[in-house]
């Protein structure tokens, strides 16, 4: 295993820069499109309209990106592609906040605190069980938890891409599950809902038709990430001989005790404004129609900005108590300074968006998923297999379509009847698709975050790339697909409830 992974990283770094690589993608997906196109590849399916929620029958048809309107739209989207490319938003509006408390030193002396509080033995499953809770909050934990994991363990001396990868797998490949409901649950049962009405109007799934195999899954392949980390990654990876040094772990200094202690302050009055904006009935942060605070609420829709100020109101109140800044034009110019160190990411990104839209504009992945969708749909066999296909089935697609509601838009309308008609549960079928649709999030290049992760690492190993981060990842995900399949099929052999009734 360690040779195997050594190869890989030592193969996965030889390739050119990120940017270059997509740049060949685009070319490889433009030839693709004019071929396809040429032999006229189509597929007709029924899919779910996530806004009316009715099931509609479409015929997509691969584009080429060399056709008239291909070349028009190589031409004219560009920037649009870039501004509507969410990922970039997220980043800039996120490090506003955790620049500042970075660069104040709160989240070095919060990685100390946690290491002085947190017991060695379980520290591992701290940082994962942290990384799979974050989801509820967004993509928060791959800008926040990812960097502050692999500071932590470099904190403790041990490996710090070793907390980047236990981190990163909490967030990304144990993705789709969580300890809570979260805002995806709801999108995804609705749909699931629309599916279910082809065959049967009476029944339905619930919000929480899958919470005891989420929480199940979450606790499982949380341990799972854990033993990865400690028995397979750190040991591959060795000890740390990097450039940046282990900081001593002394006591805190009085001026970080009190910038702490300001922190709790700037805590609890953020805390108290957020309850004001949201608590009380007819409140601005609920929805303005039915009131919620979880479906459809600016309190969900807005957790990146709310993210972003609670940690900007926490980094100034440190860096004022502990003496580390001085005024506001001292945490603007952190928050500059953190900018200008994600040059070379934006760029990156901006090469990312030109993929992602040229790649949509083709249709290729939308023909292809629908067309396998209809292959599988007349293969005869058992229960116990048409769920490990389908579970294989859609991480092979996660490479290439990386929505976890996209996905399920062109899935449910096929696979709810058809498991359904063999005497199937629903919600079988969508804890299925959870599985299927995380284990590969850590390895596909679609993955936007994936750039960011060698970022990250790039701080401790100067030469890190692409293929350091998919070798530390890989593990996971292969480990990860084999036990939660096999977890997903006993339970369903032993018709174990999925949620509640």
């Not at 990865?228 to 040991?235: F, H, R, Y």
């Not at 023909?367 to 294989?392: C, H, K, Q, R």
């Amino acid at each position: 295993m360690d040779q195997f992974l050594a190869t890989i990283e030592r193969v996965g770094n030889k390739v050119p820069h990120p940017a270059v690589i997509f740049f060949i993608l685009i070319g490889i997906v433009i030839l693709l499109s004019v071929v396809l196109a040429f032999f006229g590849w189509s597929a007709t399916y029924e899919a779910i309209d996530p806004a009316t929620h009715s099931v509609v029958t479409r015929t997509t048809t691969v584009r080429s990106l060399l056709s008239a309107d291909g070349i028009r739209f190589l031409f004219t989207s560009i920037v649009p592609n870039f501004q509507n490319f969410g990922a970039v938003g997220v980043i800039i509006v996120a490090m506003v906040g955790v620049g500042v408390a970075e660069e104040s030193g709160l989240i070095a002396t919060l990685v100390r605190k946690v290491v002085e509080l947190a017991p060695r033995s379980v520290f591992t499953f701290i940082i994962v069980m942290l990384g799979v809770v974050s989801s509820i909050a967004a993509d928060a934990g791959y800008l926040v938890l990812v960097p502050l994991g692999a500071a932590a363990f470099h904190s403790l001396g041990r490996h710090p891409l070793a907390g980047l990868a236990a981190a990163f797998s909490g967030v990304a490949a144990v993705f789709l599950v969580n300890l809570f409901v979260t805002p995806t649950d709801g999108l995804l049962a609705e749909m699931t809902n629309d599916a279910i009405r082809l065959v049967d109007p009476s029944r339905e799934v619930t919000l929480v038709g899958n919470l005891y195999f989420m929480i199940a899954s979450s606790i499982l392949m949380g341990l799972a990430c854990t033993i990865i980390t400690d028995k397979i990654i750190e040991p591959h990876l060795g000890p740390y001989e990097g450039e940046v040094p282990v900081e001593a772990q002394a006591a805190l200094t009085p001026s970080q005790s009190r910038g702490l202690r300001w922190t709790g302050w700037g805590l609890l009055g953020y805390v108290v404004v957020v309850g004001l904006l949201l608590v009380p009935p007819g409140a601005p942060l609920r929805h303005p129609e039915t009131g919620e605070i979880l479906s459809g609420s600016p309190f969900m829709s807005g957790l990146i900005v709310q993210i972003s100020a609670l940690f900007f109101t926490l980094g100034f109140c440190y860096g004022k108590g502990s003496g580390t800044i001085k005024d506001l034009t001292a945490a603007i110019n952190m928050v500059v300074k953190t900018f200008a160190g994600m040059a070379g990411l934006i760029f990156l990104l901006l090469v990312i968006a030109q993929f992602v839209a040229f790649f949509s504009f083709t249709n290729i992945a939308t023909v292809l998923a629908a067309n396998l969708a209809d292959f599988l749909e007349t293969v005869p066999l058992g229960m116990t297999s048409y769920i490990i296909i389908f579970v294989l089935v859609i991480m092979l697609l996660d490479l290439l379509i990386t929505g976890a509601v996209a996905k399920w838009a062109i899935f449910a309308p096929v696979f709810i009847p058809l498991f359904m008609r063999l005497g199937g549960d629903p919600n079988m079928v969508l804890a299925a698709y959870r599985v299927g649709d995380s284990p590969a999030n850590v390895i596909t290049p679609l993955n936007v975050y994936l750039g960011v992760m060698v970022g990250f690492a790039a701080k401790y190993q100067k030469d890190a790339g692409i293929g350091t981060v998919v070798s530390l990842m890989l593990p996971y995900t292969v480990i990860l697909t084999v036990l939660w399949t096999a977890l997903l099929v006993v339970w369903a052999l032993l018709g174990l409830p999925l949620g509640p009734a």
